[in-house]
T-cell receptor, first 113, second 113 residues
């Protein structure tokens, strides 16, 4: 089945630093999604990407849909303590299992004040 | 607008028992998807329901089942519980079937002893 490789697995950074994480797949996706999950809560959608090459921002977050449709990255600028959490990428394909997202294993972000 | 609600939030069962989890989607949303989240396997798709019909199913044994009611509320059932079924079960709602943007509930934490 489809699999997403998300890296890095974890990051420990200083407040104010920029963060970058990415996902790659051997399969093509039509939609890339980035979520953040806080402890004890469900994932919250941060950014949705719909077109190859698309670059989208949401405040300090910026994500891009790779040209090959097989990868995406998420950048967080000027990190703050509340950025702590687990970040997941997810992909969706129209031709298989619509309504199902394939998730990466997550990047756990720790921000030191 | 109220978010996705899941009940109960926490549940402890013993092996061999069965369990039913409930999900109420965002008002007006008609699609509900279920995911299992474990440290080892990450987020894995269980099934998606739309208009009381199961549209897609993940790679889980038949012990996992679900249904959707006319008011879009959904339940999932796990019979003959195994230790490995311990997980966070997440419900996600979407306005329509196949929608890429899914809104997750807080999850039900199931512990099987």
């Amino acid at each position: 089945g489809q699999q997403l490789n998300q890296s890095p697995q974890s990051m420990f950074i200083q407040e104010g630093e920029d963060v970058s994480m990415n996902c790659t797949s051997s399969s093509i996706f039509n939609t890339w999604l980035w979520y953040k999950q806080d402890p004890g809560e469900g994932p919250v959608l941060l950014i949705a990407l719909y077109k190859a090459g698309e670059l989208t921002s949401n405040g300090r977050l910026t994500a891009q849909f790779g040209i090959t449709r097989k990868d995406s990255f998420l950048n967080i600028s000027a990190s703050i303590p509340s950025d702590v959490g687990i970040y997941f990428c997810a992909g969706q394909s129209y031709n298989t299992n619509a309504g199902k997202s394939t998730f990466g294993d997550g990047t756990t972000l720790t921000v030191k004040p | 607008k109220a978010g996705v609600t899941q009940t109960p939030r926490y549940l402890i069962k013993t092996r061999g028992q069965q369990v039913t989890l409930s999900c109420s989607p965002i008002s007006g949303h008609r699609s509900v998807s279920w995911y299992q989240q474990t440290p080892g396997q990450g987020l894995q798709f269980l099934f998606e329901y739309f208009s009381e019909t199961q549209r897609n199913k993940g790679n889980f044994p038949g012990r996992f089942s679900g249904r959707q009611f006319s008011n879009s509320r959904s339940e999932m059932n796990v019979s003959t519980l195994e230790l490995g079924d311990s997980a966070l079960y997440l419900c996600a709602s979407s306005p329509f079937a196949g929608a890429d943007t899914q809104y997750f509930g807080p999850g039900t934490r199931l512990t099987v002893l």
